[in-house]
Structure formats: C-alpha cells, structure tokens
C-alpha cells in the first residue's frame, strides 16, 4: 500500500521442492532436522498503524488477528501451546523512525514471525530487518509490485494481491463507467506510483484518455493546486490513490464544482466517511478494494471479540480475511513443520496453501496435519496459495459505490490473476 529484482534466496526454493516432496510422498510435513529449533511456542508479533495515514486499517487488522489467536486457541494452539501475539506500532511514511524501532522491538522478544506493515513502504523500511533475521514476515494488506521480486530469502509472504490486479480493474472500471478523459491524484509513494501505473496503462489500453497525472508527497494537505490543475486538464472522472489525504482532496474538488459521482478511490482510502460534513458529495462514488464479500457471520465474531477487547466498534472491515487468514496460514505452517522457528514456518507456507486436501479452518487443518495429510487452507479472503515469491496468485477485487451516507456497499467482485 527501489525493487531488488533478484530471485528469493535458497529457502524460497527450499520450500518450493519441499511442497512437491509432500505431495508425491504422502507426508504431510519436510524433515525438520534442517531447521532452526524453536522454542515449542508461535510467537507472533505485529507491527501495524496505531497512529498516522493508515490508522483506519489498525481495528480490523487487529481484529482479524486476534479472533484468529482465539480460533487457534481455542482449537489447541499451535503445537500444544497458545499462540501468543503482540503488538506495536508502525505508523506511516511520514514517521519513518517509528516502524524500525517497533521491528527491532519485537524481534527482541523472540518472535518467530511479524504480522505487518500495513503500507508497502513501510514494509520496505522493516523487511530487510526481520527477513535476515530469518523471521517470518506476512502482511495483509502489501500491495506494491514492487515487494514481489524483494530478495527476502523467502521469509516474506502477503495475503493481498499486488497492485497489478488492483490497478487492472479499477482502471476498467473507470472506462466502462464511459469516462473518457481521466485525472489520476497519486500518493508519491511506492504504493501510489505502482498502482498508478498499472491503472494508467490499463486505461489508456481500454481507449481512453488520461488529461493529468499529478502526484503529491505522502501526509501533503493542501491540494488547491493539483486540483486547479486537474480541473484545466478537463478531467470527467478523477482517480484518487492515498491514504487519509482524501480528507483533503474531496473538499478541494467540491469546492470547485466537479462532479462527486466521478471520483475512483481505491484500498488506501476507502473508509467510512459518514462523519465528514462532505460525505453526500460522494453519492455514487465507486472504488476498489482487495478481497471478496465478507461472510457475515465472521464479521460478526471479529466485530464482538473486538469491543470485548477493544471497548469500541469496529466499523471498518477491510483487510480482516486477509489479517485472520495471515495468521492461519503461520500458525499451520508451523504445525505442519512440528516446529515454531521462522526458517521451518517460511519452508512449509506454500505447502499448506497449495495443492492438498482443502480445510478452511485450523481445527480441521490440526486433524488433517496429525493424521499425515498434505493440507490446502482457503480462508475468508479466497483461496490464498502463495507462489514462490510469496504472493497469492489468484485473488479477487470488490468494486464499491458510496451512498449519501458517506459508507459504501460491495457492487460486484471481480476475480483474476494477481502476478501478471
């Protein structure tokens, strides 16, 4: 949400034989004498956005971890022990200092794995720290191309497809809406520059026209000239790719009359906005956001366990599949390793999401795992099945549209291939 383009170090490939072993030998885990021990407990740390841009995502990353700690618990823990799970925080770009601290401090308690960041470009600040660490590092909601290709030793994997699938189909959105001349607003950021130019090439393969393409400094909050600018460009539709500035860049366009319905936001910024005085103006709006239709019900335990925890309401929802499923996915490897360390959870994370018997939860994926089975977890957020890169190579969008209210609904989901 400066790519080293070399291919995942030996445990990438280490994993990669280690699935095919598993399948053509009916064992259901890799020997774990070439491992590091563990010390017998899945400790997982979070470095997440407390404060800053992104502090909207915290409660249902938050949420979607600990009912998924719960859910692990309460099925026997991992390895039989509970899971055990911190948190710190991680901030946004605009506070480069805070996530590297919050890195090292959870490395220092010993965790085998680091559930975050958030935002790509803080996770390009902290991977090359946990990665060489040989901890785990997972996120829910990385999006930039490019954290694909990073040479993170195979330790580094992400529940949210990257942004060439996003950019794709908010892009031809945009075109089949009838838009013809389109302004793009983008966050100069790793995160805004990869899903701008996916989305740009995508609308201008579709016929269309982009007027402008203006970018702006993470945390900028005066936009009266992109906008003036966009405006002259003669824009008919503007997508938007920030994070909170759209706070900023909403009322800046309504005060110049453009029409509220032909705004395109996407992952970063779509929230709920039912409480700014501008939220009618964005009647009709649509924009994009990683993941399918929420099962009710899940949301309904996350959002429960959430004010038990928590004392508030959770209000937002994006990225809780990808979050709980995050954590399935480490508590799972580690169980089918028999060992908790960061190198035996990295080798067996493609083997648990691909090519065995399907489970949807960790009780029935802990049964399939003792009783010497190969397992394919599919969680809330699809179907997940990491690639040797540690990207889930299929993946789906969920188109949404605001009412007058300033909350958006789920339109329709689009499915499609999230590494080309």
């Not at 601290?101 to 803080?122: C, F, I, N, P």
């Not at 992400?158 to 996003?166: C, G, H, K, V």
Request: aromatic fraction near 8%.
């Amino acid at each position: 949400m400066s790519a080293f383009l070399t291919k995942r170090k030996l445990v990438g490939t280490v994993a990669v034989f280690a699935a095919a072993a598993i399948a053509l030998s009916g064992c259901a885990a890799t020997p774990t004498s070439s491992y590091a021990a563990g010390d017998g407990v899945l400790k997982l740390g979070g470095v997440l956005p407390l404060t800053g841009a992104l502090a909207f995502l915290s409660p249902p990353e938050i949420a979607g971890v600990e009912l998924a700690v719960q859910d692990i618990n309460d099925a026997g823990g991992v390895l039989g022990k509970p899971v055990e799970w911190s948190v710190e925080d991680s901030s946004d770009g605009d506070h480069p200092e805070i996530a590297p601290a919050s890195a090292t401090k959870v490395l220092s308690e010993g965790v085998d794995a680091v559930v975050g960041a958030a935002a790509s470009g803080v996770t390009k600040s902290i991977i090359d720290q946990i990665t060489s660490n040989k901890t785990v590092e997972i996120s829910m909601s990385n999006t930039s191309p490019d954290l694909t290709l990073w040479a993170d030793g195979g330790y580094y994997f992400r529940t949210a497809p990257s942004d060439l699938l996003q950019g794709a189909i908010v892009g031809n959105q945009i075109v089949s809406d009838g838009n013809e001349n389109v302004a793009i607003i983008y966050q100069q950021t790793s995160y805004g520059e990869g899903l701008m130019a996916k989305a740009k090439a995508t609308i201008e393969a579709a016929g269309a026209t982009v007027v402008s393409n203006l970018p702006f400094p993470e945390a900028e909050t005066n936009f009266d000239t992109i906008v003036d600018q966009t405006i002259a460009a003669g824009a008919d539709s503007v997508l938007v790719i920030s994070y909170d500035e759209l706070k900023k860049i909403v009322p800046a366009l309504q005060k110049k009359k453009f029409d509220g319905s032909k705004i395109y936001l996407v992952d970063g910024n779509l929230a709920n906005y039912s409480d700014q005085a501008w939220a009618p103006y964005l009647e009709n709006a649509k924009g994009t956001l990683p993941g399918g239709k929420l099962d009710e019900a899940f949301k309904t335990r996350a959002a429960d366990l959430y004010k038990t925890n928590h004392g508030t309401e959770l209000t937002e929802f994006a990225y809780l599949a990808e979050s709980y499923d995050a954590v399935m996915l480490l508590a799972l490897a580690a169980e089918q390793a028999g060992n908790d360390s960061g190198e035996a959870i990295a080798a067996n994370m493609i083997s648990v999401s691909t090519g065995g018997e399907k489970v949807t939860n960790f009780a029935d994926g802990l049964a399939a795992i003792k009783a010497g089975k190969d397992i394919d977890f599919d969680g809330f957020s699809g179907p997940i099945e990491f690639d040797e890169n540690g990207d889930p190579t299929g993946a789906s969008i969920g188109i949404y549209q605001y009412g007058k209210d300033g909350t958006n609904t789920l339109l329709n989901v689009v499915a499609g291939n999230s590494v080309k």
